[in-house]
């Protein structure tokens, strides 16, 4: 399916540089090329500053890292991903919705209410989960073999409901509200099973429409809300129901990965750990200081109470056999998810068990 689809490198952090000459007095280092429609203000380039570092110094110089942060290479999902497909671009990061169009299946991420904390996300989300594997070959077979799924990281925390227009405790709060969503299916089915109206709109025009009354509330975590400057704009109410884990999916080109030695494809591996821990922990440090910034400009932030949060997500049931009935792999990705999610739960439940007597 992918085949069909038609700077300035950051200097490596602290001894990297020096690795690199004194491997290219001999050869020429492996050069991955890295690249993130994003900014220097996201979790994204959090993670792949230490992807770089890791990779560069670990291999001694043998493997270069360059990073290419906004839309230089390529400036959508579809676009990237078949960039990663024929080889013109090593690594790339989307969000589920970014790349929904060419693997439905990810949208599984969008799911509402199905990972209850931070705790359990990273524990499914850890590369072996079955989960993971499960995404993994699907990517693969989705692909012909051409993208690979590297990990899963995280890229602003929690998305949350934020409107400008009232404080939102209930489904029944949502009713009449323009959510703005991205043009996949599944958010914007979410939306309308909580009562509110899905309006798609891009992403750089968000402001200005929170501005005009375009649409009145969007899906975000609060360092996004905080980062676009959305309280400027009137959005003053965020509900924390945390309904989706914003997942970032890390592809690689499949061919690239392979053509280095067992070793170097380990140190590649592990450095893509290491991107995905400092990316799980981003979010948590930024978000601080985001949700007292949101407070002090009079923001409103409210959290449900157990029994609100319950409302939510039985109204949003029907989304989940929606998924499973309408997106191809539907069913088998969304069973190795929540059975991943129960796993881990018991699991944590054991070891608190263990740490609490």
Same mark, same amino acid.
């Given at each position: 399916?992918?085949?069909?689809?038609?700077?300035?490198?950051?200097?490596?952090?602290?001894?990297?540089? *020096?690795?690199i %000459?004194?491997y290219?007095?001999?050869?020429?280092?492996?050069?991955?090329?890295?690249?993130?429609?994003?900014?220097?203000?996201?979790?994204?380039?959090?993670?792949?500053?230490?992807?770089? !570092?890791?990779?560069?110094?670990?291999?001694?110089?043998?493997?270069?890292?360059?990073?290419?942060?906004?839309?230089?290479?390529?400036?959508? *999902?579809?676009?990237?991903?078949?960039?990663?497909a024929?080889? !013109?671009?090593?690594?790339?990061?989307?969000?589920? =919705?970014?790349?929904?169009?060419?693997?439905?299946?990810?949208q599984?991420?969008?799911?509402?209410?199905? #990972?209850? !904390?931070?705790?359990?996300?990273?524990?499914v989300?850890?590369? =072996?989960?079955?989960?993971?594997?499960?995404?993994?070959?699907?990517?693969?077979e989705?692909?012909?073999?051409?993208?690979?799924?590297?990990?899963?990281g995280?890229?602003?925390?929690? /998305?949350?409901?934020?409107n400008?227009? /009232? /404080? +939102?405790?209930?489904?029944?709060?949502? &009713?009449?509200?323009?959510?703005r969503?991205v043009?996949?299916?599944?958010?914007?089915?979410?939306?309308k099973?909580?009562?509110?109206?899905?309006?798609p709109?891009?992403?750089?025009?968000?402001?200005?429409?929170?501005?005009?009354?375009?649409?009145?509330?969007? &899906?975000? %975590?609060i360092?996004?809300?905080? =980062?676009?400057?959305?309280?400027?704009? =009137?959005?003053?109410?965020?509900?924390?129901?945390?309904?989706?884990?914003?997942? @970032?999916?890390?592809f690689?080109?499949?061919?690239?990965f392979m053509?280095?030695?067992?070793?170097? /494809?380990?140190?590649?591996?592990?450095?893509?750990?290491a991107?995905?821990?400092a990316?799980?922990?981003?979010p948590?440090?930024?978000?601080?200081?985001?949700?007292?910034d949101?407070?002090?400009? *009079?923001?409103?932030?409210?959290?449900?109470?157990?029994?609100?949060?319950? #409302?939510?997500?039985?109204?949003?049931?029907?989304?989940?056999?929606?998924? &499973?009935?309408? +997106?191809d792999?539907?069913? @088998? +990705?969304?069973?190795?998810?929540?059975?991943?999610?129960?796993?881990?739960?018991?699991?944590?439940?054991?070891?608190?068990?263990?740490?609490? &007597?």
């Amino acid at each position: 399916m992918l085949k069909s689809l038609t700077t300035t490198a950051l200097a490596a952090a602290l001894c990297a540089g *020096g690795a690199i %000459g004194a491997y290219a007095a001999g050869h020429e280092p492996i050069k991955i090329r890295a690249t993130a429609n994003s900014n220097e203000n996201d979790e994204d380039y959090d993670g792949l500053v230490v992807f770089k !570092n890791y990779v560069e110094q670990a291999s001694n110089g043998a493997i270069e890292v360059e990073m290419f942060i906004g839309t230089q290479l390529c400036s959508n *999902g579809t676009e990237c991903l078949a960039g990663i497909a024929e080889g !013109n671009i090593d690594v790339y990061v989307s969000t589920s =919705g970014g790349t929904a169009n060419l693997f439905p299946f990810v949208q599984v991420l969008d799911l509402p209410y199905l #990972m209850s !904390n931070d705790r359990v996300a990273e524990a499914v989300l850890a590369n =072996g989960s079955p989960f993971v594997t499960t995404m993994q070959q699907m990517v693969n077979e989705a692909s012909d073999g051409t993208v690979r799924l590297m990990t899963i990281g995280n890229t602003g925390g929690w /998305r949350n409901f934020a409107n400008t227009k /009232r /404080r +939102v405790q209930t489904p029944a709060d949502m &009713k009449g509200l323009k959510i703005r969503t991205v043009v996949a299916d599944l958010p914007q089915e979410l939306v309308k099973a909580l009562g509110a109206s899905p309006t798609p709109i891009p992403w750089p025009e968000l402001f200005t429409s929170f501005q005009t009354g375009v649409v009145e509330g969007s &899906k975000n %975590g609060i360092t996004d809300i905080m =980062g676009m400057k959305f309280p400027d704009a =009137g959005l003053q109410y965020v509900t924390l129901d945390g309904h989706a884990y914003m997942g @970032a999916l890390w592809f690689m080109n499949n061919e690239k990965f392979m053509s280095m030695d067992e070793s170097q /494809r380990r140190i590649v591996a592990d450095g893509f750990y290491a991107l995905q821990q400092a990316t799980f922990a981003s979010p948590k440090r930024k978000s601080i200081q985001a949700y007292m910034d949101f407070q002090a400009g *009079g923001g409103d932030l409210y959290v449900p109470s157990p029994e609100e949060k319950a #409302m939510f997500r039985d109204a949003a049931a029907p989304v989940y056999d929606w998924f &499973k009935a309408n +997106v191809d792999g539907g069913e @088998a +990705v969304f069973d190795a998810l929540t059975g991943t999610v129960a796993a881990v739960e018991a699991s944590i439940n054991e070891t608190l068990m263990m740490d609490t &007597k």
